[in-house]
């Protein structure tokens, strides 16, 4: 009975582990653009829901294949990503962060009453059955997995365009000091776009793993949305590292409470966590304590 | 009243009084008209559904002119939607499992809230999380208290929502149930005017120019002598009670709630920018916000019916965007810095 | 090379930088000298595009600055090295140095001018992979004169490259700016140490309350009674 057992909290934690990746690279996309830009997308769980629905429309409906349904999903949202920059962040980039935030969160209901609009507020699935595949006593879903590895290769990209680039460095140095970017000759309102470009291009690629394990519907975002900005905190807003890592750990607190109880509790123990964790490391769990 | 100071000139400030006083007279007449007038067509009850409106402004401008009391401070909560959710949820369900009438029900959702308004902002500002920070652990508490809802749907109904159980027939002051909509409309009004009366008091107290000083410099604030933590516990709490009662009313009046009406992110959102949209920094401003976004929801839902689900929120949405980008200080008070403008100049 | 003309500059309501004129010829090392808040740092911050010009005109090698976006100045080769240094404090000194060949025409050359730079300040090639931030002051002024030196510049501005180091650095840094003039950059510089300063510069103005009292080559500027009172103690 107890061996069992653990194989079945084996298997939970293996899938927190698989969720977690996925988690990341949501918060990944989010955190570049706080980074950079100092803007806290709310409405970035709605753009990943467009992604969703691009990757539908083309795949399901037009019979595009797979991946160029995805790229061009990809390509969608990054453009959505430059729109949201160039026409709501950047024309209030001097006016206090948190009107921002809530300009982002006017297109969150923008988005998702759009959607509604456009869409109604039917469930729709991609209809791919991918296999289950079975690991000695374990089953995991094909989907996950494959989920899991493109996450982990997205990463692995930016992680190299952010380090092997010069916009990617610029990336990286704006944050540490805004003013002097002018003196390297960096055009900072450049690399405002380009970060948004490459943060709307993220939400897509994690539209392109979400859907193939999730149904879209126009707020399906609301069901990821708080979970993102959560890691993001937990990380430490801007902390791509910090992020990565309370991604897997928040999701491994959901998975295993979703074992013990309902999935629902999983989440309640997760932003519980956040909350204590805050309490105690407000500047993320990567932060030296104050 | 007479020795209040007008800053902006006597004339306009009677004038103001005057207004002031025929709204409120007419607000509490209106229900006493004869609805059987043949004025609006076929004479029923044509004043049902403009006092439902009103009754549901009410109660949502009573809900925004609790958040602007912080808000307009800097304190940008998006957990406000827990706090309608506490409210709402606690009261119902001690009245459905537990038989307590809201009489009793209510001090306990209020003290719950309260409570939860302590536990998560007491660490908040001692060890001073604010800006994003503060907003999105509070969208947090929020999450929380949507997924506890639908975690406890064996309770609650989950996202299928949750009715008190009728008493009597349908007028019991035991059960705060009134199937006549002129006793709500007349309690909303109180509670809206109760509302007001709040943030009357706040504008006028010492504690809003410390709170102003808090949100321009935290640290020289507290060099001053400011008990910085204390100052902004104090205004949270009453602001959070004050949204778990909005909860309750709505509760009570809709006789049916479910997570996506009282509680989560969407109706935190709902909260901040109907007060952003009617003015965050003026009295009446979450009143006005709240009257342009029901009236606009219900005249779109009116001119266009339900064939374009979402129309009236993607218009909204749009304009939440314009206003913040073009008219930050909203709609009221926006005009108001007009009128200011015009009559200097 | 550089000409400034009746330059006006300032912040908001405050008025920083009144009709100031000044020129530094090519092959030149000019010192511009005064007390704290007399306008130096904004007349930095003024030619390479930090602030905006708000009457009278910069000229590199003939081209109005005007002409051109803040961040296209390095482009016309001037290099600023900021006050503080203003590293990028959790970036490799690699990355630094890579920051400082951004722009496009410095870009190709990024390895031949990252061999360069090492070659100039071994110490630097020592510490490429250690967090700019984590290293001491001096060793990061070096870092900061050979991020400016990366894009090739004709002009190198130094704002108070001795400010904030300890005595014995100071030295150094007065060494590592002798350095720079004997690779034959031309140097605009600012500095409150008014005695190193003018031993390594050929000529200075004396910047007071935001405009130009004096200039002169910097022996008469030594040897000048206005000079020695107010700043060397003397």
């Known amino acids: 009975m107890e061996q069992i057992f653990d194989i079945y909290l084996l298997e939970a934690l293996i899938n927190g582990l698989l969720f977690g990746g996925v988690l990341a690279l949501l918060s990944l996309g989010l955190n570049l653009i706080f980074g950079v830009i100092d803007v806290v997308w709310i409405c970035y769980a709605e ?76 469930f729709r699935n991609l209809g791919l059955r991918l296999p289950v595949l079975q690991w000695g006593e374990l089953y995991f879903s094909y989907a996950r997995l494959l989920a899991f590895g493109i996450a982990v290769i997205g990463m692995i990209a930016i992680y190299l365009f952010l380090t092997r680039t010069y916009i990617g460095t610029a990336i990286r140095a704006i944050s540490q000091d805004r003013e002097i970017m002018t003196l390297m000759g960096v055009d900072s309102r450049r690399v405002y776009l380009v970060t948004s470009v490459v943060g709307g291009s993220l939400a897509g690629l994690a539209a392109c793993l979400l859907v193939l394990q999730y149904d879209v519907h126009p707020f399906v975002g609301l069901s990821f949305g708080p979970i993102t900005f959560v890691i993001c905190v937990l990380g430490g807003l801007g902390n791509m590292i910090g992020g990565f890592i309370a991604a897997f750990i928040l999701s491994e607190i959901i998975s295993i409470g979703g074992f013990y109880a309902e999935l629902e509790w999983g989440y309640v123990l997760a932003f519980a966590v956040f909350i204590v964790v805050m309490f105690i490391r407000p500047e993320g769990i990567l932060s030296k304590k104050s | ?52 409106i009103m009754v549901l402004i009410m109660i949502w401008s009573l809900a925004y002119t609790s958040w602007s009391l912080m808000g307009r401070f800097g304190l940008v909560s998006l957990g406000h939607g827990a706090f309608m959710g506490i409210g709402a949820y606690g009261t119902a369900l001690l009245w459905n499992y537990a038989g307590l009438t809201p009489w009793i029900g209510i001090p306990i959702s209020l ?58 027939d349908g007028f019991s002051l035991y059960a705060l149930q009134f199937s006549d909509r002129t006793v709500f409309y007349y309690v909303a009004l109180a509670s809206w005017a109760f509302g007001l009366w709040i943030w009357w008091r706040v504008d006028r107290s010492m504690d809003r120019f410390a709170l102003e000083a808090i949100s321009e410099d935290e640290d020289a604030s507290a060099a001053a002598g400011i008990w910085v933590t204390r100052e902004k516990l104090k205004i949270t709490i009453l602001s959070a009670v004050m949204t778990g009662f909005a ?87 926006g005009i108001l810095d007009w009128l200011s403008r015009r009559k200097a100049g | 090379m550089l000409d400034v003309q009746n330059a006006n500059a300032g912040y908001d309501t405050f008025q920083a930088l009144f009709d100031v004129s000044l020129e530094v010829n090519a092959g030149e090392a000019v010192a511009v000298i005064g007390p704290n808040g007399a306008g130096k740092t904004t007349l930095m911050r003024m030619i390479s595009g930090l602030i905006p010009i708000r009457a009278g005109e910069i000229r590199m090698e003939g081209r109005s600055l005007s002409e051109v976006r803040p961040h296209e100045i390095v482009e016309l080769g001037i290099a600023h090295v900021p006050e503080n240094r203003r590293l990028f404090p959790r970036m490799t000194v690699e990355d630094n140095l890579r920051m400082g060949a951004f722009t496009k025409t410095a870009r190709p050359q990024f390895r031949e001018r990252l061999d360069y730079i090492y070659e100039l300040f071994p110490r630097m090639k020592e510490r490429r992979l250690q967090y700019a931030g984590t290293m001491s002051g001096g060793e990061q002024q070096m870092c900061a004169i050979g991020r400016a030196l990366m894009s090739k510049p004709k002009l190198l501005l130094m704002d108070e490259p001795s400010a904030g180091l300890a005595p014995v650095i100071v030295q150094q840094v007065f060494d590592l700016v002798r350095r720079i003039r004997q690779e034959g950059y031309t140097v605009l510089i600012v500095e409150q140490n008014v005695q190193q300063v003018l031993q390594v510069v050929d000529r200075a103005y004396l910047l007071e309350a935001g405009s130009l009292q004096t200039s002169g080559t910097a022996e008469e500027l030594l040897a000048s009674d206005q000079v020695r009172e107010a700043y060397m103690g003397l």
């Not at chain 1, 061009?72 to 430059?82: D, N, P, R, S």
């Not at chain 2, 006597?10 to 043949?38: C, D, F, H, M, Q």
């Not at chain 2, 409570?115 to 060890?127: E, K, L, M, S």
């Not at chain 2, 709505?250 to 003015?279: C, E």
């Open chain 2, 1 to 52: 009243m007479t020795s209040v100071t007008l800053v902006n000139g006597s004339k306009w400030g009677e004038r103001r009084y005057l207004a002031g006083a025929i709204v409120a007279l007419v607000l509490i007449v209106l229900p006493t008209l004869n609805r059987e007038l043949p004025v609006f067509g076929t004479g029923a009850d044509w004043l049902a559904y403009p006092m439902h």
């Open chain 1, 47 to 122: 753009i990943v829901m467009f992604g969703m629905y691009a990757i539908y429309w083309l795949h399901a409906v037009y019979g595009i294949p797979i991946v160029p349904a995805a790229l061009l999903a990809i390509a969608l949202t990054g453009a959505m990503g430059f729109l949201v920059h160039y026409l709501v962040i950047s024309p209030i980039l001097g006016s206090p962060p948190i009107n921002q935030l809530l300009a982002t969160g006017g297109l969150l209901f923008f988005l998702q009453s759009f959607a509604t609009l456009l869409w109604g507020i039917e």
């Open chain 2, 247 to 333: 909860g309750i009313l709505y509760m009570q009046y809709q006789q049916f709630i479910s997570p996506d009406t009282v509680s989560g992110i969407a109706i935190s959102l709902q909260i901040v920018f109907a007060v952003v949209a009617g003015g965050i920094y003026v009295m009446f401003g979450p009143t006005v916000g709240a009257i342009i976004t029901i009236l606009l929801a219900e005249s779109l839902r009116v001119a266009i019916g339900v064939s374009m689900v979402g129309l009236d929120t993607t218009i909204y949405g749009i304009l939440l965007v314009l206003f913040i980008i073009f008219l930050p200080k909203g709609v009221l008070g």
């Open chain 2, 111 to 168: 003290a719950l809230v309260a409570a939860v308004a302590f536990i998560v902002g007491y660490p908040c500002f001692r060890f001073r999380i604010v800006g994003h920070y503060f907003a999105l652990v509070t969208l947090a508490l929020s999450e929380i208290v949507r997924q506890v809802i639908m975690a406890t749907r064996d309770y609650t109904g989950g996202s299928l929502g949750f009715t008190p159980t009728p008493y009597g």
